[in-house]
Every structure is written in C-alpha cells, then in structure tokens.
C-alpha cells in the first residue's frame, strides 16, 4: 500500500480504496499480514485482465 501511497502522491485511504477496488475486480489478492492489510499479484493476472 505505502508503494502506492508515495508513487501515486495519493493518501493513505485512497491507496487503500485503490487497492480494495481491485481486489474486489480480481485484479489483486488480499490478505492479512497480522494487522496489517496486504494486496498481492495473482500469478495468472494476464488471464485475468480483459481482452
């Protein structure tokens, strides 16, 4: 998220939001790292963006 955050100029929230959007898609994978909200790559992601 905080890779997001500072390349974008974005806030925190909105990275967040960002990143929850595309999960919610399918784009990304989310998960926890204890209290920490992750977002990962799905390995298939090409087979999964829209032609």
Known sequence: MLG?????GVSH????S???KLAALGLL???KDGR???FRVPEDLPARLPS
Do not use: Y
């Open 13 to 16: 929230q909105t990275a967040r």
């Open 4 to 8: 997001h955050q500072n390349s974008h």
């Open 29 to 31: 994978l989310a998960g």
């Open 36 to 38: 920490r909200e992750i």
């Open 18 to 20: 960002d990143l929850q």
